[in-house]
Structure formats: structure tokens, C-alpha cells
């Protein structure tokens, strides 16, 4: 197959080396824009993400057989409605559909209605609405941005003046900037800015992405992330510091679980809508002392989760994907999964989550790559004199893998340790607690 991926980050990185290793292959790989990382496997193109036009227009000169969107603001900007419109597959959903990521008020009213298990939450859009709604729930508080925030618009903290302060923050940014409301819903958005404040969840994360064509659901391997910037799980939210998988304390029947009470009613409820869902819906979890619960769906695959996914996948993906874009789903056979775990640490810039230093020199990832692990390419891109440099908050995501998790906590933190940049950051944690034994649903 022609398959063009769409996105620069670690994320796409690994699809591509997924499909270009897949045994069902020689794939021809193409990338727009990509990474110096993928430009390994794939031929890159100078092609702007977000510009539904100019990704058909490339996929359609190409002859691809299949396109891949990797992030949440393509989609949300109906790129993959323009290729389709193009007569070409398209994996990912399009912009009505996407606004299960794009708004969290939208999201909320499609759980509503398809009796999802989620966060109790008040959609707010005056700072007298945001005060009763932060007494009424009480601490901790949770306060979130209704767009795309890249996983930083959620404020978890029990602080109440720090919850406000972020509230206002929310409607501020968005009235100035013009967006009414959410402009991610499908109806683009009420006449008014608003933020969303929720119940506290309490309970371990897990993401769980199921492969959809907008009629059947096919999950994944679960997988966990690590969203605080510092060990201990400290310091502020960012887009994921590092994940693993499998998850050995899981209850047995969570997977299951998951796609009958969540993915299929929330894929079937699109449909009902209109607004078919067909792409990978990430269902990002808490498992609650009073059951399992939706903290948030994304539109597409996680990072750095799907790094590590992805390692465990023994199915070749390209033919997956593909029958998700062509609603070919239901004749998949059963996906098979390599009987190893896998652990990805991200190594970010000077200052992430925060004021991000660029330019930084990219060393040892040859070193990194002979002690067998995957290293795999965030926010890096070939200066002038021909030299790697970051240009990006999360820049490497260093994938290992092994026997548990401990092994592949291993494999993970060797490679990391051959690499080096300047005043980088990463955790030194990830995994640990769960090859310890110490993660309890
Ligand atoms: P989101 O962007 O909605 O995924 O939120 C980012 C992170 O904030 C989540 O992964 C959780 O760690 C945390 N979070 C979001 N919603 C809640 C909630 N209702 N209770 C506790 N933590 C939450
Ligand atoms: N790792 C969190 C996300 O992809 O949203």
C-alpha cells in the first residue's frame, strides 16, 4: 500500500515504523510534514498538517491508498473530511466527529446521551457559575479548558483560588480570542466562552484506544501514562512524560468492560447523530472506587501511549487501519499481541511543560539505539549546518522493551541514559510503581 501519515510528533514516528516493519509490507511510506526520525522510513513532505486542501491535494498526487491523521487539530479542522472527499480512505474521524476531542462540553452531552460513565460536570460560562459549581463538588477541584489545550487546559488542585483564577483564565483567553464557546462543536459552539468544572475522580488512569469504522469496536492493548511532569507524579499536567503496557494490576474483563459500557454506546450514539465516528477513539479512564469512569476521549491515537502499544502489536497495522477507514472492521481477525511488555520514557526540553528552550544539540541516539532500544523522534528537526537539534517541548521518546516491566524499564532507561541534551528533563519513575506491584485499582 501508498500510505501518507499526517503529524510531526513521537506518535506518528511510531506509526510509521509500525507500518514500515509490519510483516505484511514493503509499504511505501510518505510523511507530511514528519520528523528527521521518521524521514528513516517514510519520504517527507513539506505540507502543513491543519491544511485540509493541501493534504488531499498531496494525497491525491501521491496515488495513496490510505491516509493517517495523526493529531487532534488536523482533524479538528476536517482534513480528513477533505480526503475523503477526495475518494480516498482516510483513517481518522471527521471535523463533527472529532468534537468528542475538540470540545469537552460536546463530549459530555454525547455521554449523556449515550450513558457513559463519566465525571459528574457543570458547564460554565460566568465566574458566578464557576464558584457555585467549585463549592457544590468541593476538593479537590477540577477545571477545564472546553478546546484543544494540548492535554495542559486541566487544572487538578485543591486550591480554590488557584481552580478560579484558572476558570477565568479559560473564559478570558477564549473571549479574546474571538472563539465563542466552543468552536470545536459541530454547531461551532454556544454565543458564549465556557469552561468546564467537574467532579474528582479518584483511582488509576488507563488508556484504552478502540479501533472504530463507525459501526464496529476493536480495542487495544491498555496501556497507562504518566501526565505530571516530575517523579511522584508531581508537578504540573503536561502531554504524557512517559506510558507502559500491559497493565499487570488491571481487573481482568476491564477491556471488555470498557468497549460494551463506553466505546460502542459512544460509537453507536455518533451514528444515531449522523456524525459517524471512524478513526480510534481514546478513552482515557479513571478506575474509581465507585466503578470505572471517563476522565476524557481523544480523536486519536495517545502520546507517548501509543509508543508502547504499538511495540506490543504483532498484527501488521497497515492492513488495521485500513479496514477501519473502509468499514471493514467486523472481518478483521482477532488482533495477536507480543507476550512482552514495553516502558517509553520521554526526554523533554529545558523549561517544558512550560517556556520551552529550542535549538538545543540532540546527542547519542545511535548510542541510545545500540543498547536495543526504539528511539523515537518528538520535537526534533536537522539545523542549517545539517546537526539534530529539539525544537519542541517533549523531543525523544525512548521505547524499551522485555520479558515484565521491569526489563523493559531497563531497556527503556539505558537507551535514555546515551542520550544527551542540555538542560533536558525526564521522570525517572515510569512504570516503576506497576513493576512493583504497587498500582491497586
Ligand atoms: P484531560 O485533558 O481531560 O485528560 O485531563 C488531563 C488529566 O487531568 C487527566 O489525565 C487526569 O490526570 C486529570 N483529570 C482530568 N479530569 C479529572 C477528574 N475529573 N478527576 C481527577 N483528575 C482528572
Ligand atoms: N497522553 C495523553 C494524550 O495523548 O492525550
Redo the contacts with the bound molecule.
Keep these: 500500500m501508498r500510505i501518507l501519515v499526517i503529524g510531526t510528533g513521537a506518535r506518528e514516528h511510531a506509526l510509521v515504523r509500525a507500518l514500515a516493519t509490519g510483516s505484511d509490507g514493503p509499504h511505501e511510506l510518505h510523511a507530511a510534514p514528519g520528523n528527521p526520525g521518521i524521514a528513516a522510513h517514510a519520504t517527507l513532505h513539506p505540507v502543513t498538517a491543519t491544511d485540509g486542501a493541501a493534504v488531499a491535494a498531496l494525497a491525491t498526487e501521491l496515488g495513496a491508498d490510505l491516509v493517517v491523521v495523526g493529531p487532534e487539530a488536523p482533524l479538528v479542522a476536517g482534513v480528513a473530511d477533505a480526503v475523503r472527499d477526495a475518494g480516498i480512505a482516510c483513517f481518522g474521524p471527521g471535523a463533527e466527529a472529532a468534537a468528542l476531542e475538540g470540545s469537552k462540553a460536546f463530549a459530555k452531552e454525547v455521554m449523556a446521551a449515550a450513558g457513559v460513565p463519566t ?1 459528574m460536570a457543570h458547564v460554565c460560562t460566568t465566574a458566578q457559575e464557576v464558584e457555585a459549581a467549585l463549592d457544590a463538588f468541593g476538593a479537590p477541584h ?1 477545571v ?1 479548558d472546553d478546546g484543544l489545550a494540548a ?1 495542559k ?2 487544572v ?1 488542585t485543591s486550591d480554590r483560588d488557584e481552580a478560579l483564577a484558572h476558570a477565568l483564565a479559560c473564559l478570558r483567553s477564549r473571549s479574546d480570542a474571538g472563539s465563542v464557546g466552543d468552536a470545536g462543536r459541530p454547531d461551532g459552539g454556544g454565543p458564549e466562552p465556557t469552561v468546564v468544572v ?4 479518584d483511582g488509576p ?1 488507563v488508556s484504552l484506544f478502540c479501533l472504530t469504522d463507525g459501526a464496529s469496536v476493536v480495542p487495544l492493548a491498555p496501556a497507562q501514562d504518566a ?1 505530571r511532569a516530575l517523579d511522584g507524579d508531581q508537578g504540573p ?1 503536561t502531554g504524557g512524560m512517559g506510558a507502559y503496557s500491559p497493565l499487570p494490576w488491571a481487573p481482568p474483563g476491564l477491556v471488555e468492560e470498557v468497549v460494551t459500557r463506553i466505546a460502542q454506546p459512544t460509537v453507536d450514539e455518533m451514528a444515531r447523530r449522523g456524525t459517524p465516528f471512524a478513526g480510534v477513539l481514546y478513552v ?1 479512564l ?1 478506575l474509581t472506587s465507585r466503578g470505572t469512569r471517563v ?2 476521549f481523544n480523536a486519536r491515537f495517545g502520546d507517548p501511549e501509543t509508543q508502547v502499544v504499538l511495540a506490543r502489536l504483532a498484527t501488521p497495522l497497515a492492513g488495521v487501519l485500513h479496514a477501519a477507514a473502509t468499514g471493514r472492521l467486523a472481518d478483521l481477525p482477532p488482533l495477536r499481541w507480543r507476550d512482552e511488555a514495553a516502558v517509553t520514557v520521554v526526554v523533554a526540553a529545558h523549561g517544558y511543560p512550560g517556556d520551552v528552550r529550542s535549538g538545543d544539540p540532540v546527542g547519542g541516539i545511535e548510542a541510545a539505539q545500540a543498547t536495543g532500544a526504539q528511539v523515537l523522534h518528538a520535537g526534533t528537526r536537522t539545523s542549517d549546518d545539517g546537526a539534530l537539534v529539539a525544537s519542541g517541548g517533549r523531543v525523544l521518546s525512548v521505547v524499551g522493551t522485555g520479558p515484565d516491566l521491569a526489563a523493559a524499564r531497563d531497556a527503556a532507561y539505558a537507551g535514555v541514559d546515551a542520550v544527551t541534551l542540555p538542560g533536558s528533563h525526564h521522570r525517572r519513575d515510569i512504570a516503576l510503581a506497576a513493576a512493583s506491584g504497587q498500582v491497586a485499582p
Excluded: F, P, T
Excluded at 467537574?198 to 475522580?201: D, K, N, R, V
Design positions: 465525571a477540577v477545564k492535554g487546559g486541566v487538578v467537574e467532579e474528582y475522580l488512569e501526565k499536567n482515557g479513571a476522565v476524557e
